[in-house]
Nanobody, 129 residues
Framework: QLQLVESGGGLVQPGGSLRLSCSAS????????IGWFRQAPGRAREGVSC????????NYVDSVKGRFTISRDNAKNTVYLQMNSLKPEDTGLYYC??????????????????????WGQGTQVTVSS
């Protein structure tokens, strides 16, 4: 049974860094696309980063390119999101999500709603001085 649990959120000053973790249980990462998503008050949920199940390609939304890095440790069955040079507009509730064990292309943030069936509970990231 698939379960995802996020951790690592908190309050950080602009320019600071956080590393989010997503621990998976009930399944192993190979064969699943994994993504990070965020939602701010009054805003729609948006895709931040993902790893495709086809080719293991990492993708990022334009606003975080060069600042965020997604990675995975298959031995630990964990996905990470390293967030550097944080900005106030990065504030939000961050979720990780996994697809079914099905092919998800390298463009894993494009039309993401059709891919991600399993979601964690979210971890809050607040960037403020």
């Amino acid at each position: 049974q698939l379960q995802l649990v996020e951790s690592g959120g908190g309050l950080v000053q602009p320019g600071g860094s956080l590393r989010l973790s997503c621990s998976a249980s009930g399944f192993t990462l190979p064969g699943h696309a994994i993504g990070w998503f965020r939602q701010a008050p009054g805003r729609a949920r948006e895709g931040v980063s993902c790893i495709s199940s086809v080719g293991g390609r990492m993708n990022y939304v334009d606003s975080v390119k060069g600042r965020f890095t997604i990675s995975r440790d298959n031995a630990k069955n964990t996905v990470y999101l390293q967030m550097n040079s944080l900005k106030p507009e990065d504030t939000g509730l961050y979720y990780c999500a996994a697809s079914e064990r099905t092919p998800v292309p390298a463009t894993c943030l494009l039309g993401w709603q059709k891919y991600y069936a399993y979601w964690g509970q979210g971890t809050q990231v607040t960037v403020s001085s």
